[in-house]
């Protein structure tokens, strides 16, 4: 089974970058609530409304609204009451406040220039989240470790796949051409992100009225879901995926240069001379004896091309022809800078029109 999904990613991959070169930007604009919530949510924001809606109201994670209990069962009571969604405050037949946990709703809206460009990213976007449905553990805890307990995952995998992106893209992985924009309130053309919401409201004041803090609403876009959805994959692809202690509730992730997160490095092989060795499309790779997950297919073609080239290496437009990949220099420069012995295994030019090698030695 953790070959299926790993198989089934690489393939959206490959299709991503193929719609990517025939259609038009893609925008998604993700829009969170909390719930309940007494006010409504305001129109997408003025920046993503400049291009054409292509399809509005996927709903991705959600919480419930929870009611707190004490440690004996009884009932919390909370600092000030919660309004219901009609407005009126929800408390114990004495006046108290009942306790509440405030959950929240996610909804994407999809703009684009191309008509043709949503059709193309859901068929793939299904199939790829379709893919992290039921992953490994390690995986699903990378994936959602910054969601509050007590989330539930969307049932569509679109849906689903969008959550996986921007909250990829939230955690701003170094190198990783994932972004996505910072979380917002907004008021009618105006928006403020979150974390300078009191200073706005307090330098502000006339403007202050139209933003709670927190915001009962915010929200966030990527710009291309195309280019987001490749460097994703490209993210997922390198996540150990060994077993883990089911009782263990925290969300751990194993260094990827560390050798005890690879049991298997113990049957890799040792060849100072050979710091990179390939064992195929989706099997897993050696580098300086350490056992990798498997490349994706342009990661693998691009690697496959250096190696072949040995010490006399590939300028830049050999490398793109010989791979096949015109992001050939960036595949290189994200698996690098994602992993610390691919960072030693690949030469880098260093200066204009070098060569790109797989080293013939550890450094």
């Given amino acids: 089974m953790d070959e299926l999904w790993r198989q089934g990613l690489q393939r959206a991959q490959g299709r991503f970058d193929e719609s990517r070169k025939s259609v038009g930007q893609l925008a998604a604009c993700v829009k969170q609530s909390v719930v309940p919530v007494s006010s409504d949510v305001p129109a997408d924001p003025t920046r993503i409304r400049s291009l054409p809606e292509r399809a509005l109201g996927y709903r991705g994670a959600s919480m419930d609204l929870h009611q707190v209990f004490n440690a004996d069962g009884s009932p919390a009571i909370g600092e000030r009451a919660i309004l219901d969604v009609n407005g009126n405050p929800m408390v114990f037949p004495n006046g108290d406040p009942i306790a509440f946990r405030l959950g929240f709703t996610r909804v994407y809206n999809f703009y684009g220039v191309d008509p043709i460009g949503f059709h193309a990213f859901k068929g793939i976007a299904r199939d790829a989240g379709i893919c992290i449905t039921k992953p490994p553990q390690l995986l699903f805890e990378f994936l959602w470790k910054d969601l509050p307990d007590g989330s539930n995952l969307a049932r569509d995998p679109v849906s689903l796949w969008m959550d996986a992106i921007f909250e990829l893209a939230w955690r701003e992985i170094p190198g990783v051409p994932l972004v996505a924009s910072e979380k917002s309130a907004w008021s009618e053309n105006v928006s403020v992100a979150i974390r300078a919401l009191s200073k706005f409201r307090h330098l502000i004041p006339e403007q202050a009225s139209g933003f709670k803090d927190p915001p009962d609403h915010w929200y966030s876009i990527i710009d291309d879901v195309f280019t987001a959805s490749i460097a994703a994959i490209d993210v997922l692809l390198t996540v150990p995926t060994a077993s883990v202690d089911p009782s263990s509730s925290r969300s751990v992730v194993p260094s990827m240069s560390a050798h005890d997160a690879h049991p298997d490095s113990a049957n890799a092989p040792n060849n100072n001379d050979t710091p990179v060795v390939l064992n195929g499309q989706g099997e897993a790779v050696f580098v300086f004896g350490i056992t990798k997950p498997p490349l994706t297919h342009p990661q693998y073609n691009v690697v496959q091309a250096l190696l072949e080239a ?33 960072a030693r295994a690949i030469q880098m030019p260093g200066k204009p029109n070098g060569r790109y090698r797989i080293r013939t030695a550890p450094r």
């Fill in 310 to 342: 040995g010490d006399a290496g590939l300028g830049k437009d050999r490398l793109v022809q010989v791979s096949g990949h015109s992001d050939a220099r960036g595949i290189l420069n994200r698996l690098a800078k994602l992993d610390g012995d691919w």
